[in-house]
C-alpha cells in the first residue's frame, strides 16, 4: 500500500519518507536526488535569463557579466556531472552531449549508482522560448562496489532501471520522478524559498485520450502502415487532436497529464528514428508504465530492449496503454501481400 502523500510535502521529504521503506537503502539515492535537484534549480535559474544572459544559442564568448557564455545544454551537461561526479553517490554518468561513459575523477568515490540523462532536451528549441527539459534514468550498478562503473552497469534491459525523471523548464519548473515503489509524483519548484513540492501526485495515464503527437512533415517518409494509422485517428468519430511541440519532454508531460499518444517513428532514411535509448526512451516508457501506460519501439516494449551502445537509437510508441497497443499493432501487422 501506498503511503499518501499530501499536496504541498517537499521533495525532500517525499525522498526521506520513501527511503525509509528501504531498510537496505544506504541513504545514497536520496543523496543523488538532492544533487539532482540542486542542479535542476541551477539550470532553472540559468534557462530563465537565457536570453538575458547570452546563453541563446552562443558559445565561447564573454557575456556582459564577465560571465563564460556557455550553450545553454553545454552548461546543463556540465552542471549535472558537476553535482553528481563528486557526491560519492554514482559509478558512472552516460549523457547525451558526451560519447564516451564519464568516469568519477580522482579523488571522489564510486557510488552505487549508474545516472543516464539528456540534460538539456529540446535545446533546438531556446531561441524561440519554448519549453525545454531534462531527462533522465537511473540503474544501481551491478559490476562490484567501490571501483569505477562498467559497460555492464549501463547496457542492460530498460526493466532493471530503479528510477527515472524529468525536469520541465516551462511556464514553472517541475520535477517529476518515477519510482518501482511510489509511481510518479511532481514536484513544483518554488524559487522563492528553492524547494520542491508536491503538486502533482500519483500521476497516472488512464485509458481516455484524445491527443495525438507526431511529426507529420515526414509522413512521406514513413512505412505505408503507419501512414493509414495516422489517418485513422483524423476520424471525426474518433474525436482526436493534433499536438506537437517538438520538444520531447513538453509533448510527453503534456500527455502524461491530458493523455495522448506521442510517436517518433523510425523513417525510410532513419529506420531507428532520431530518440536515444538509454536517456530518452528508457526513462519515458519507466515513468509512462508506472503510470499506467505503455511504450514500445513499435514492435517490442521499449523496456524490453537491451542496448549496444550507448548512444543507440529506437523508434518511439508512447501514452496510454490502450492507444499504444493498438498503434504497435498496426505499425507491425502484417504488410497485406501483392495480390
Ligand atoms: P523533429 C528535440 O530536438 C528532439 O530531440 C526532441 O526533443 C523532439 O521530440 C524531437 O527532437 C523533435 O524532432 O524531427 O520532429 O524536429
Known amino acids: 500500500m501506498r503511503p499518501q502523500f499530501e499536496e504541498g510535502l517537499t521533495l525532500d521529504r517525499f525522498l526521506m519518507e520513501t527511503a525509509r521503506s528501504h531498510p537496505a537503502r544506504t541513504g545514497q539515492f536520496v543523496a543523488l536526488m538532492h544533487q539532482v535537484m540542486l542542479a535542476a534549480k541551477m539550470v532553472s535559474a540559468r534557462v530563465n535569463r537565457a536570453g538575458l544572459a547570452g546563453m541563446i544559442g552562443q558559445t565561447g564568448e564573454k557575456n556582459i557579466q564577465g560571465e563564460f557564455v556557455m550553450k545553454l545544454d553545454v552548461y546543463a551537461n556540465e552542471t549535472f556531472k558537476r553535482a553528481l561526479e563528486h557526491a560519492g553517490v554514482c559509478c558512472l554518468i552516460v549523457s547525451e552531449e558526451e560519447e564516451a561513459p564519464i568516469h568519477i575523477p580522482e579523488p571522489y568515490q564510486n557510488g552505487a549508482y549508474v545516472f543516464m540523462m539528456d540534460p ?152 531507428k528514428g532520431k530518440l536515444r535509448v538509454l536517456y530518452e526512451a528508457f526513462p519515458l516508457a519507466f515513468i509512462a508504465e508506472a503510470a499506467g501506460g505503455a511504450a514500445t519501439n513499435g514492435e517490442t516494449p521499449i523496456l524490453d530492449l537491451v542496448p549496444t551502445s550507448l548512444h543507440q537509437r529506437t523508434p518511439l510508441v508512447i501514452g496510454n496503454a490502450p492507444l499504444v497497443a493498438e498503434a504497435t499493432a498496426a505499425m507491425s501487422a502484417t504488410p497485406a501481400t501483392k495480390g
Open 120 to 271: 538539456l532536451d529540446g535545446s533546438s528549441n531556446i531561441d524561440v522560448n519554448a519549453t525545454i527539459g531534462t531527462i533522465f534514468g537511473i540503474y544501481r550498478r551491478v559490476s562490484a562496489e567501490g571501483g569505477p562503473g562498467e559497460l555492464q552497469d549501463v547496457l542492460r534491459s530498460g526493466r532493471e532501471l530503479v528510477a527515472a525523471g524529468y525536469i520541465i523548464y516551462g511556464a514553472g519548473t517541475l520535477l517529476v520522478l518515477a519510482t518501482q515503489e511510489h509511481g510518479v509524483n511532481g514536484f513544483t519548484l518554488d524559487p522563492s524559498v528553492g524547494e520542491f513540492f508536491l503538486s502533482h501526485r500519483d500521476l497516472k495515464l488512464n485509458d481516455e485520450a484524445s491527443l495525438y503527437s507526431i511529426n507529420e512533415g515526414y509522413e512521406a517518409q514513413w512505412d505505408e502502415r503507419l501512414v493509414r494509422y495516422i489517418r485513422s485517428l483524423k476520424d471525426p468519430a474518433r474525436g482526436m487532436s493534433a499536438r506537437y511541440i517538438g520538444s520531447l519532454v513538453a509533448d510527453f508531460h503534456r500527455n502524461l497529464l491530458k493523455g495522448g499518444l506521442f510517436i517518433y517513428p523510425g523513417t525510410k532514411k532513419s529506420p
